[in-house]
Structure formats: C-alpha cells, structure tokens
T-cell receptor, first 109, second 113 residues
Framework: DAKTTQPTSMDCAEGRAANLPCNHS???????VYWYRQIHSQGPQYIIH???NNETNEMASLIITEDRKSSTLILPHATLRDTAVYYC??????????FGAGTQVVVTP | DTGVSQDPRHKITKRGQNVTFRCDPI?????LYWYRQTLGQGPEFLTY????????KSRLLSDRFSAERPKGSFSTLEIQRTEQGDSAMYLC???????????FGEGSWLTVV
C-alpha cells in the first residue's frame, strides 16, 4: 500500500495557484517526499522533492510541515498544460518509487 | 534528446506471442528501472538494475518476464507467451545512483489481442 494519501481530484482556474495536499503521517526520518506528474499517455515527469526544508524550482514549490506528516505542492500559476495526475511519493534514499492513485488535477480556462 | 528512450512506443501482439521492449537510459545513469502501468492505476515497480546486475525483482515479474542489461547500458524486457492481462504501458526509468532523482521514459504500450 502507498504511504501517502491524496485527494482523488481537484480543479484549478488557469492563472491561479494550485495547492495540492498530501498526507504521509507514517514517514520515517530518512524518507524523502517526491512529486511526479503524468500527463495523459506519457511517462511520469519529475517535479520536485524534499526531506525537511521547503524547496522551490522552476516548476513548483514544496512545503513540508515541521512534523513532516504532510506536504503541499504549489503550482504558482497554473496553465492548461498542467492538467495531469499528480503523485506524491515517500521513499527512502535508494529510490524505489511506490505510486498511489494520485490526484487528477484539471485546470480550466 | 538526452532523456530515457523506449522502443517500440506501441506494440499490438496476438496472445501467445513473445514481445521485447528496449530501453536506453540517460547517458551514464547506472541505475535502470522497469515499471508497469495499467489503465487508471499508478505505475508499479517490476525490477531494477545497478549497472548490469539485476538487484531486485517484484513478485509481479512472473516467470514469463525476463529483463536484461548485458553491458550496463541499454536494457531489454521480454514477455514470453503473452496474455491479455499483460496489456499495459511498460515504463523504463533511470538514475545516477541511490538517492538521486529517477527520470522516466515515455513508455511502451502493449496491447495483447
């Protein structure tokens, strides 16, 4: 079973920020939080990952709570091309990824 | 393009036939992974290699499945005596080493008729 819980789906208006929550209450100290997304019929695309600190790159920001039991992926200005399934994954350092069902995000005009 | 490359992208085969998929990882990535994804589900781990050594196989990898990475570069995934339940997208991914980000290819779609 996946170690994370995500909402099944969410909608977001184009141009607005999309905030995707993820619960990982059983995360252990050496496990990272990874986010991937998968656009229909394509392979998963890496977005961002973190251990304890908040992280930001050109695609998104990752906010991890102090107790590390949950996190939020933020897409600052959603576009129609951000419509995808977003996966939150918790993994130890060797990198085997266990995908859950993810969150289907639909960005609407 | 320097990403993970998979071939063929689509394959339709009759039940009972053998199929082989090829994966070329990102250059110098010593870890290579195979995943399988069925419609509506997230990808499922099948196996991974560190260089030419196959270090772990999932219980999903039945005896009809075999993966190789003979020279530590490209890899092949062969499915013998295909069944309709094998219809899925087969994803290849690679990374530099443990703790490094895993990058996926575009996948190879298999349809068994």
């Amino acid at each position: 079973d996946a170690k994370t819980t995500q909402p099944t789906s969410m909608d977001c208006a184009e141009g607005r920020a999309a905030n995707l929550p993820c619960n990982h209450s059983t995360i252990s100290g050496n496990e990272y939080v990874y986010w991937y997304r998968q656009i229909h019929s394509q392979g998963p695309q890496y977005i961002i990952h973190g251990l304890k600190n908040n992280e930001t790159n050109e695609m998104a920001s990752l906010i991890i709570t102090e107790d590390r039991k949950s996190s939020t992926l933020i897409l600052p200005h959603a576009t129609l091309r951000d419509t995808a399934v977003y996966y939150c994954i918790v993994t130890d350092s060797w990198g085997k990824l266990q995908f859950g069902a993810g969150t289907q995000v639909v960005v609407t005009p | 393009d320097t990403g993970v490359s998979q071939d063929p992208r689509h394959k339709i085969t009759k039940r009972g036939q053998n199929v082989t998929f090829r994966c070329d990882p990102i250059s110098e990535h010593n870890r290579l992974y195979w995943y399988r994804q069925t419609l509506g589900q997230g990808p499922e781990f099948l196996t991974y290699f560190q260089n030419e050594a196959q270090l772990e196989k999932s219980r999903l990898l039945s005896d009809r499945f075999s993966a190789e990475r003979p020279k530590g570069s490209f890899s092949t995934l062969e499915i013998q005596r295909t069944e309709q339940g094998d219809s899925a997208m087969y994803l290849c991914a690679s990374s530099l080493a443990t703790g490094n980000t895993i990058y996926f290819g575009e996948g190879s779609w298999l349809t068994v008729v």
